[in-house]
Structure formats: structure tokens, C-alpha cells
């Protein structure tokens, strides 16, 4: 799986902060939601919407994006 298919990210919506498939619900809510100890189940109950590969796209994103923080404070 790629968050890259998942993740969108428009100007205009929640302050160009990445989405989820072009909906209001963004990546730092749901990693917001999960870091809150909420499960899988709970986040899929609460918001229909979603599925399990939006929120496991949440966490490769963010992975990834620590991964280019570290690298490019790394490259100073």
C-alpha cells in the first residue's frame, strides 16, 4: 500500500494540511485519535467514512515524513 494513492493534500482544505482521500479528516487527527488510545475499531465506528487503509495510510505517512526530517537535518 502507498499513502500516496490515500493521502491528498489541497490548498484550500483544513489549511493544506494532508487529508484523507480528499475529505475534511485529516493524517494529525488520526494519528491524534490513536496516540489518544483509541483502536482501529473505535476510529472505523466513530467515523464510517474511513477505512482500516486510511488510518494504516496515516502512519506510513508520517513515517515517511520523519524519515525526510531526520534525513535532511542529517544532510547539514
Same mark, same amino acid.
Not at 482500516?52 to 502512519?59: G, M, R, V, Y
Given at each position: ?24 479528516? !485529516?493524517?494529525? =487527527? *488520526?494519528?491524534?485519535? &490513536? ?8 476510529? $472505523? ?5 474511513? !477505512?482500516?487503509? =486510511? *488510518?494504516?495510510?496515516? &502512519? ?7 524519515h525526510? $526530517? ?7
Amino acid at each position: 500500500m502507498s499513502y500516496k494513492k490515500i493521502v491528498t493534500i489541497e490548498p484550500d482544505k483544513r489549511g493544506g494540511k494532508p487529508c484523507i482521500r480528499r475529505m475534511r479528516i !485529516t493524517v494529525y =487527527d *488520526i494519528l491524534g485519535w &490513536l496516540a489518544a488510545g483509541m483502536s482501529f475499531a473505535e476510529i $472505523l465506528d466513530d467515523f464510517p467514512e474511513l !477505512t482500516e487503509e =486510511d *488510518i494504516k495510510a496515516s &502512519l506510513e505517512y508520517a513515517a515517511d515524513r520523519e524519515h525526510r $526530517l531526520v534525513a535532511m537535518v542529517g544532510e547539514n
